[in-house]
């Protein structure tokens, strides 16, 4: 089958405790995970492959049309690739996405969260270091509650998955 993928890592499992980190977004905001969870009844993180994967970008857009309905329950959402700041600008300004984004340059926050593969580029034979497209919903108190790993390269999770997540494991 032309959409399955080849075996890759499953994550961190619900009930673990989520890596922490302090990083910046794409425009050198600080991104500290602890602090967010102070302020946000849980944090939202997607991971994704990279500004070029029309998959992530029609779902990240999705998300952004939604956003409001994740202010509404005060969840933060952070997307997080292995792409170059210069690419996910570019990609963030001309779609109009409010997501913030990290730049994961040497992988380190999806090798923690263990999502991080060696998977197809797009859809060329070519090959690459990337994140494995996934969620993870963190609480207050940093478990992680919820987990999304799609099981083909279009299956993601809907805005009403996300939201019954967060209305019943938050």
């Not at 997607?46 to 029309?54: A, E, I, K, L, V």
């Not at 992530?56 to 005060?74: G, M, P, R, T």
């Not at 001309?94 to 340059?105: L, S, V």
């Amino acid at each position: 089958m032309a959409d399955e993928e080849p075996p890759r890592p499953k994550g961190l499992p619900v009930g673990s405790n989520a890596p922490l980190f302090n990083t910046q977004d794409i425009y050198g905001n600080n991104i500290i995970l602890t602090q967010l969870l102070k302020i946000f009844n849980g944090v939202l993180i997607d991971f994704f492959r990279g500004n070029w994967w029309n998959r992530w970008k029609q779902h990240l857009v999705l998300l952004s049309e939604n956003q409001s309905q994740f202010d509404i329950k005060i969840i933060k959402i952070i997307s997080i690739a292995a792409d170059s700041v210069r690419f996910l600008k570019k990609f963030k300004e001309d779609n109009k996405i409010t997501i913030d984004i990290i730049a994961d340059h040497d992988a380190k926050i999806a090798s923690d969260y263990e999502v991080y593969c060696f998977a197809p580029v797009g859809e060329s034979s070519l090959k690459s270091k990337q994140a494995v497209p996934s969620k993870f919903l963190i609480n207050k108190e940093g478990k992680i509650v919820w987990t999304y790993f799609g099981k083909t390269k279009t299956d993601r999770p809907s805005i009403e998955m996300m939201m019954d997540a967060i209305n019943t494991k938050l």
